[in-house]
């Protein structure tokens, strides 16, 4: 555990052990019960405060396609993945209209069966600034068949 984490749920069970002795206040031993509810308490309100914070991180990220800002702000792709797989806006293009859309930055990644391509979706703070996963583009024949995040 790191120093500052390990500050801050001190000091949240500092506050929480006030907040009990005062809720506690008929109980013969408030002191150790207090001291008992705040040291069990505080690592979970701190890992809830922990996980809001990254919840509202992610879901605020989400953006709309726009063409302009996919071509450039490559870094940020992961943004507007969302919206491209959930409207189904590729499905039925052919590999030329997708490459008009989406840009000439793609990754062949086809095999006998089905061929497909890829886009890079940028660096994504769920992914704790690693690389992100790829946008993954099926083709059946020369028509988009799936899209997908790996």
């Known amino acids: 555990m790191y120093w500052a984490q390990f500050l801050i749920m001190l000091v949240l069970a500092v506050i929480l052990f006030f907040l009990f002795r005062r809720a506690l206040r008929r109980f013969k031993r408030r002191d150790i019960w207090s001291a008992v509810c705040a040291v069990i308490v505080s690592p979970a309100i701190y890992t809830l405060i922990i996980l809001a914070v990254l919840f509202y991180i992610n879901s605020a990220s989400d953006r709309v396609f726009d063409r302009d800002w996919w071509l450039n702000n490559s870094n940020k792709r992961y943004e507007m993945a969302g919206d491209i797989?959930?409207?189904?806006?590729?499905?039925?293009?052919?590999?030329?209209?997708?490459?008009?859309?989406?840009?000439?930055?793609?990754?062949?990644?086809?095999?006998?069966?089905?061929?497909?391509?890829?886009?890079?979706?940028?660096?994504?703070?769920?992914?704790?600034?690693?690389?992100?996963?790829?946008?993954?583009?099926?083709?059946?024949?020369?028509?988009v068949i799936n899209v997908s995040v790996w």
Do not use: C, H, R, W
Not at 88 to 110: A, F, H, P, R
Not at 116 to 130: H, R, T, V, W
């Open 85 to 143: 797989i959930n409207s189904g806006m590729l499905l039925g293009k052919t590999k030329q209209e997708v490459i008009s859309l989406l840009g000439s930055d793609y990754v062949d990644s086809g095999n006998n069966d089905v061929s497909s391509i890829g886009y890079d979706l940028g660096f994504s703070s769920e992914a704790m600034n690693l690389p992100d996963k790829m946008l993954n583009i099926e083709f059946d024949g020369d028509k």
